[in-house]
């Protein structure tokens, strides 16, 4: 079975600085996908960037970015220019690209709990 | 918007009786999950559909059904719920083709007293 560990229940940042939230995941597939989704306090989950296992090159989103080292089985979300609407809870998560009889559900992280000081 | 509807949103009931959650999507997705989502441990697989009538279980299914019986409506049943089933439940689709994501309903918060 795979897991994902987040080990920063909490951070806080400077509002217009950077922040990095760290996932480590441990899987035996090769072939896979990892998420980050943001909670804010309306619930909703939001799905906030995506990555391919096959892809070396790290996705990004406007500010958000990931560092995806495979061999390390880590995965970070880098969030530049930190506004006050990304306070939230984020949670990195994980799928199998292929499955006995079609999608996988995603595992989740325990999330981060992300503060922005204005 | 991935054009899901959970109901209730809130709910509140008593230990022992019968509660069942819905969850409605307008897009014909074939693959439909329930998660349960709980303080410290991050959202767990509770059941997931992958066609009508075709349904599997996830990691916590214990305690839990679920039925479909048409595409859009995924229903997550606790026959007698109990204290521990206290939790915030989110439903989701898979949206293949390209983006090979899961994209989440609302939530219903349920409160077993």
């Known amino acids: 079975a795979q897991t994902v560990t987040q080990s920063q229940p909490e951070m806080s940042v400077q509002e217009a600085e950077t922040v990095t939230l760290s996932c480590t995941y441990d899987t035996s597939e090769s072939d896979y996908y990892l998420f980050w989704y943001k909670q804010p306090p309306s619930r909703q989950m939001i799905l906030v960037i995506r990555q391919e296992a096959y892809k070396q090159q790290n996705a990004t989103e406007n500010r958000f970015s990931v560092n995806f080292q495979k061999a390390a089985k880590s995965f970070s979300l880098k969030i530049s220019d930190s506004q006050l609407g990304d306070a939230a809870m984020y949670f990195c998560?994980?799928?199998?690209?292929?499955?006995?009889?079609?999608?996988?559900?995603?595992?989740f992280g325990k999330g981060t709990h992300l503060i922005i000081q204005p | 918007d991935a054009g899901i509807t959970q109901s209730p949103r809130h709910k509140v009931t008593e230990t022992g009786t019968p509660v069942t959650l819905r969850c409605h999507q307008t897009e014909n997705h074939r693959y439909m999950y329930w998660y349960r989502q709980d303080p410290g441990h991050g959202l767990r697989l509770i059941h997931y559909s992958y066609g009508v009538k075709d349904t599997d279980k996830g990691e916590v299914s214990d305690g839990y059904s679920v039925s479909r019986s048409k595409t859009e409506d995924f229903l997550l049943t606790l026959e007698s719920a109990t204290s521990s089933q206290t939790s915030v439940y989110f439903c989701a689709i898979f949206r293949g083709r390209g983006t090979d994501t899961q994209y989440f309903g609302p939530g219903t918060r349920l409160t077993v007293l």
């Open positions: 998560a994980y799928r199998n690209m292929y499955s006995g009889g079609g999608a996988d559900g995603l595992t």
